[in-house]
Nanobody, 124 residues
């Protein structure tokens, strides 16, 4: 049975840091494209970062240079280190997985498995 469980969300002040983790069960992160998405109230869910089976990473322009995605193949976890947080980073963050077909999909509709979400709130 597949499970993705996020942890590590919470509150931070502008300029602060938080780390999100996603524990995965039911498949290996080695074989999937893994991604972080976020959804602010009243907004569409958007991609934040993704890492493919061979370790290629892509970031949204809004988080480039501030966020770092990583995965631990041994522990079967996905992480997102968030630094220099801004109020506009406030959102519910989701980890997600898509079958690895040689390239990570760019559309959230192509991600098959999703976590329940973890709320991140950044105050000014």
């Amino acid at each position: 049975q597949v499970h993705l469980v996020e942890s590590g969300g919470g509150s931070a002040q502008t300029g602060g840091s938080l780390t999100l983790s996603c524990a995965i069960a039911g498949f290996s992160v080695r074989s999937y494209c893994m991604g972080w998405f976020r959804q602010a109230p009243g907004e569409e869910r958007e991609g934040v970062a993704r890492i493919d089976s061979v370790g290629t990473i892509m970031y949204a322009d809004t988080v480039k240079g501030r966020f770092t995605i990583s995965k631990d193949n041994t522990k079967n976890t996905l992480n997102l280190q968030m630094n220099s947080l801004k109020p506009e980073d406030t959102a519910t963050y989701y980890c997600a997985a898509a079958p690895w077909l040689g390239i990570c999909p760019t559309s959230k509709g192509d991600f098959r498995y999703w976590g329940q979400g973890s709320l991140v709130t950044v105050s000014s």
